[in-house]
C-alpha cells in the first residue's frame, strides 16, 4: 500500500460535515492511517464511538489532536475561534489546521490571533450539505462530485494548501482556490441568501390567522414546498452564517428587495415586458444549471 | 359498465393541465364516453392528435364544443374570457362551463358578461403542477393525492358543482369548496409569492457581473438550485397569475418585505434570538408538511 495522505487526521466537530468526512476517511485508506475525533458534546462523543465511523474518539481537545498531521475543525462558524484555541497549544510542530466553515473571512479573522508560526492554517469550505444535522445525518459520498473552495491566508505555504486540496479531492470534490472576501460575496447570493428568505417565508406564513396558516401547509405543493427543504437546517449554523457574513448578505439581500420591488411596480403597472422578461431570466438560469448537471 | 359522469367532455387548451386532465379521462371510461380537445394553436392540436390523449381533436372552439355536456378551459389565466366568449354562443343547454385557473376572483369577474342563464359556470382550480408545460408535458396522475379548490358562484346550482367535484375526485383528487376572494389570498402566500420570489433571485444573480454569475451556476447546490426548479415554469401563464391576483400578491409581497427587513436589521444588530426564533419557525413549518404527508 502506497503512503495515506495524513498519518492521524483529526476532526473536530462530529455533526453532518464532521461526521462525512470521518467516514469517507475511514472508507479510504489513502486519506489517514488513523481517524480521531472529538466533539464537545458528550452526547455525540457516545454516539460516534457506537457508530463506529473512526478509530478513537478522544475525551478532550488536547488528547484529539496530539501528534496529528491534519486537524479539521468542523463546528459552526461562531465555535471556530474557541475550539481553534483550545486545541492550538497542543498541536505537532508542522500540522496543518484546516476548518470547514461556511464563511471564511470571519473564520481567517478570528482564528489568526490563536495561531503559531510554526503551524499551517488553510482555510476551506465543502460546497455540499443536507437539511439534516449531527452525526447520524453524515454519509461518506457527501462531497462526491462537489466543490470544495479553498482560500488560502496570505503568506502561507504551497504544500499544506496542496495537501487540503488532496484531501478533499480524495473525498470525491473537485477543489478551486479563491479569496476569502471572494468566497463570502459569491456565498452570500448561491446559499446565504436562498437560506434567509425560505426562513423568512416560513415566518411569513406561520405568522397568518388560523385558517390561512392551515392552508399553507395543506396547498404547499403549489410552490411553497420547494422553499422549505432549504429551511429545515440547522439554527446554531445558520444563525453564525447570517452573523459572520453579515455585509455581503445584507448587500445581496438589498439588491434583491430592489429587484423584489421593480417586480411589484410591474404587477401594479400591468408592465408585461418587464415580468416576462424576469421570468425567462429564471428559466434560462435553470437551463444552464441543467447543462452544467448541477441541477 | 355504469353511466360515464359526462357524454362529451371537452378540453379547451391542451398544455400541462390541459392534457393530463384528458390524458386521465382517455384511461378512467368513468369521467366521460367522448374526450374533444381544442387549442388555439395549430402546432399543439396537431401533436395532441399525435399523441393520441384524445377521441377527437376539433378545428374550432365551436365544433369542439357542440354537444358537450362539460367544457373546461384550460388556457393561461388572461386568456379564459376570449376563450370563453369564443364558445359559451354554441353551447349547449343545461351543459357546465368550468375553468382550472390558478388565480378565482379575476377568472369569474372576466367571463361573468358572457354567461348565459341556461349554462352552468363552475369556477375550480386543481392544486398540482410541474414546472413544464404543453403537450408532452402532462400525464394522467398529475392530480392524485392533491386538492382540487372549488369556487362556486353565488347563486349557482348545487348539482353542476357536485359534477365538478366528481370529475376531479375521479382524477385523483381530494377536493374542497371556497370562497374566490379567500382562494386568491391562500395562493397568494402558497404559490404565487414563492413563484415571484424564485423569479426574483435568480434575476439578481443573473445580474451579477461575469465571473460572479458562473459562480453561481456553479456553486447552485448550496441552496440557490432550489429556487431555479420552480423558477423554470412558464412565463405567459405566471405574467397572467401576476397581473390577476395582484392586490393580494402585493400584499404577501409587502407583508414579506417586511419580515425580511426584521431579519436585516436583526442581523445588523446582532439580535441572536430573533435569528434562531425565525430559523425554528421554518423547521416546524417543514416538519408540519412532513406530518401531513405534503413535504
Ligand atoms: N450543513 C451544511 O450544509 C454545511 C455545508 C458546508 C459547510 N458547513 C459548515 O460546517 C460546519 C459544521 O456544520 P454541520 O452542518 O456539520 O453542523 P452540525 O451537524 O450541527 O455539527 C456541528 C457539531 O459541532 C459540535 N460543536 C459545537 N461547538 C463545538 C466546539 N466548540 N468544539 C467541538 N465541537 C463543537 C456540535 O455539538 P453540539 O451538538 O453540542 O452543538 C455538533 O456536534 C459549520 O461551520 C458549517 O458552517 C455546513
Ligand atoms: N402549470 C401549473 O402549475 C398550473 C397548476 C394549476 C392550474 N394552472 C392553470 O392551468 C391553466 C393552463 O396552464 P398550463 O400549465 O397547462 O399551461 P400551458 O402548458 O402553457 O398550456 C396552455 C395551452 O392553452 C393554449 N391556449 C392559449 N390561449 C388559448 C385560447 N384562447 N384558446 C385555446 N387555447 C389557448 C396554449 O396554446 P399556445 O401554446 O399557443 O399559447 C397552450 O397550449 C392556466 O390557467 C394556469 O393558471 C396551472
Redesign the interface.
Known sequence: MTQPLFERLTVIGLGLIGSSLARRAMQDGSIAREVVAYDASPTVRTRVAELGIVHRVADTGQEAVQDADCVVLCVPVGAMAPSAAAIIPYMRTGAILTDVGSTKQSVIREIQPFLRPDLHFVPAHP???T?YSGPDAGFSTLFEG??T?ITPIEGGDPEPVAKVAALWQLCGAMTREMDAAHHD???A????????????????????EGE?RN???????????????????D??M??DV??NN?EA??E??A???E???A??RA??W?D?EF??D????????????IE?K??
Not at 392552508?215 to 437546517?233: K, M, P
Open positions: 460546497i455540499a450539505g437539511e462537489r466543490w473552495l460575496r459569491a456565498l447570493i448561491v446559499s446565504h441568501l436562498p437560506h434567509l428568505l425560505a426562513f423568512t417565508i416560513c415566518g411569513t406564513a406561520d405568522d397568518l390561512s392552508e399553507v401547509l395543506q396547498f404547499a405543493a403549489s410552490g411553497f414546498r420547494d422553499f422549505t427543504r432549504i429551511a429545515a437546517s439554527p446554531t445558520w444563525r447570517f452573523l453579515r448578505l445584507l445581496m439581500l439588491r434583491f428587495t429587484d423584489a420591488q417586480m411589484a404587477i401594479r400591468g408585461e415580468i416576462v424576469r421570468i425567462e431570466r429564471g428559466r434560462r438560469i435553470r437551463r444552464s444549471l452544467i448541477q441541477a
